[in-house]
């Protein structure tokens, strides 16, 4: 007979038990989820190489997303990784101020986002789910974005995957961009080990605390896609930034914070918090806790202003009391110390010394020739070699100099008359961050912010280019029909267009509403029936694109969120970040299934009393 206390050890132990394998298991049905199968870093995210995307797609298609772009509507085609097929992606272009500032020029490089998995469920690009092309807008040394994200990574700060990209549009050569991954899922699975907290992108947040209801926030996107966001964490660390009461570090990483401001005030970059839009930030919560994520730092090295000098205590456009993660924490004299102390090492690691000397020669090494190249450049390559080093001053980007001082279409400010070049930005604001941390010149304003030191700080009107590639370009003839061979990128042909599997492509007459609503009739009948044979036949569809979809049982659904984003076996529910009845959070299988374990044991114990 058992003793008294054995049931209950029991219980409490298949509990237990029951628990970690939800937590080791929980996101093993997808690709995506599995922490274990986050391969593309590795295979695509090469700093020495450059990756090739060939993007295979109908030229009505291409044409329809040049010619809409503003509509950010997505087409599907097939995408071509360094020689890796993926078939039936969708692909559209993206931006804000750079999309419409494109849109209203002769140019037609816009940026680009790929979706891998709206059509075929479980596809991914080794385990990322959407990836991004930027394609450098007011960045003449194609370097700002990407040593960016090199420094805040260095500096402890977690970023999205990034490296080179040369792009090719069905086997032309288009152009050199920036291939960023998207703060999704697998960026979190990659940085956090866990992808099941509250995400939010802000596209225009102050953090101020505005009250405890949802509807008193705006300019915070939910992000999340597994559950619905848990607002009242987020208000409840607003409200102690803002107003005190408890111990901040509860609620935030302060540390990352200090990070992030530090980082974006060595570097100029005022297209994020701390600049006039209060944008280009995520925020990720564990446990309660949030950390800020810096985002779209093409505009960093005085891009956006600041070029002149920054307040380093008061490091923003406009009063410093409306960006209270600034203001709160910079009160803190233990925080403020820390921030100094990371300002410092922005100077002495990255700022000054050989470290930006090094990184952006490795750089040109290994892009030059792409540049040089690049038919849709919105710059001429002299000035992508001047950028570097030097400040250009009275470049005219674009055809009519008057252009150049002409605010944005989207209001926000671009590129004018004189624009930093990275080693003069470096240099100055390393002198000025020195100086300040120094106590010889002052490192506040009196509450006013950075906007009224020497050089206007972020206040300056920058327009935005035109660009000088076309929309009707000629492409020029690559040598060899391979990308141009920079210095350093053995091994970087372009994806050989015959290693496509025959049949992938979609014929010009099938639309892709078309292929959604057949695949909707095959999930309706439960398999390819002779009858759908025949239909497909008739459409067009090829045997292996048929195949595939028959095998995935009609479940490729293309997502309904903002970037039409859901991670393996997501269904789009009533609400636009709610999980599929098929992947409900493990709560929902953990209890019924531990307490039949129970139960069992219970009647073993019973059963084994009687005899």
Sequence with gaps: MYKRGFIPLVMVMVLFTGLILAASGQYTKSGVMSLSNQQYIEKYFQKDKVMTVDIQISEDDWDDILANASLEEYKTGTVVVNGDVYPLVNVRAKGNSSLSSVAHSDSSRYSFKINFGDLIENQTLEGLTQLNLNNCFSDLSYMREYLSYQIFEEMGVPVPAFAYAAVYVNGEYFGLYLAVESILEPYLAQNFGDVTGDLYKSVGNTLKYNGDSKSDYSGLEVKSSLKNADWSKLIKMLDVLNNGGDDIEKYLDVDQALKYIAVNTALANFDSYLGNFGHNYYLYEQGGVFTILPWDLNMSFGGFGGSGGIYIDEPVQGTVADRPLVAKLLENEKYRETYHEYLLQMVTGYLQGEYLQDETSRLFDLISEYVKTDPTAFYTYQQFEESIAGTIEGGVMAEEEEQNFLQAPSGAGGLG?????????????????????????????????????????????????????????????????????????????RPNMQAAPPGMALPDDIGREELEEFRHKIQEEGSLTDQLKEEAKELGIPDELLEMMAGDQGNMRPGDGEDRFRPDGMQPGGKKDRASDSDVQPAGWLIPSTAAIIAAIVLAWLFKRRR
């Design 417 to 493: 008359k004189n624009v930093p070049g990275i080693m003069e930005l470096a240099a100055t604001a390393g002198d000025s961050i020195l100086k300040q941390l120094r106590g010889e010149m002052p490192s506040t304003n009196s509450g006013n912010g950075s906007d009224g030191m020497k050089g206007k700080g972020g206040d300056q009107q920058r327009p935005m280019p035109e660009g000088e590639g076309t929309g009707g370009q000629q492409f020029p003839a690559m040598e060899g029909g391979r990308p141009p061979a920079g210095r350093n990128n053995e091994g970087n042909q």
